[in-house]
């Protein structure tokens, strides 16, 4: 049977929602101790599965969750850039585009356990493209729009 209510933890944290079996389910809002974050959306059986995170900071992520982690599909918003895309058990995974709200500058392409990883495209504030093949060792072929190309290591292009 489903209810509703507030329970306050003992760390100043509080959640205000939905209860199935003593845990959240349903609609519901949490707050962690002394506001460091928030989490409104769904919940199922204590795990939160669609729904904004809002982080002291005034960072965001919305999409869907798993077993408390960021999985599937979301959108964060972190300063002056916003990624969206696929997400992994809570890293940026599989496929998303990262842009920069002030210039334009941005990375499309795959990820895997949060980094740029395999194939993509960045675009920088200047109108200049670099399509990449990168793996997350940091070393990679690349080449750009004008057909120019080489292989990349950090720091250099040969």
């Known amino acids: 049977m489903s209810s509703g209510g507030r329970f306050n933890?003992?760390?100043g944290g509080s959640y205000c929602g939905g209860w199935e079996d003593g845990k959240a389910h349903g609609h519901g809002i949490c707050t962690g101790p002394k506001g460091q974050g928030e989490y409104s959306g769904s919940w199922s059986h204590g795990f939160e599965v669609l729904g904004v995170y809002t982080w002291p900071s005034g960072n965001t992520y919305q999409?869907?969750?798993a077993q408390g982690k960021r999985h599937g599909i979301g959108m964060e918003s972190k300063g002056k850039w916003v990624y969206k895309g696929e997400w992994t058990h809570g890293f940026k995974g599989r496929y998303g585009v990262r842009e920069c709200t002030g210039n334009g500058a941005k990375?499309?392409?795959t990820w895997s356990n949060g980094l740029q990883d395999g194939y993509g495209t960045e675009t920088y504030s200047d109108g200049g493209r670099w399509c990449l093949d990168i793996s997350q060792a940091g070393a990679g072929s690349v080449g750009t729009?004008?057909?120019c190309s080489g292989t990349w290591q950090p720091a250099?292009?040969?």
Request: net charge negative.
């Open 156 to 158: 250099c292009l040969e």
């Open 9 to 11: 933890f003992d760390d």
């Open 63 to 65: 999409g869907t969750w």
């Open 107 to 109: 990375y499309e392409g």
């Open 145 to 147: 729009s004008d057909g």
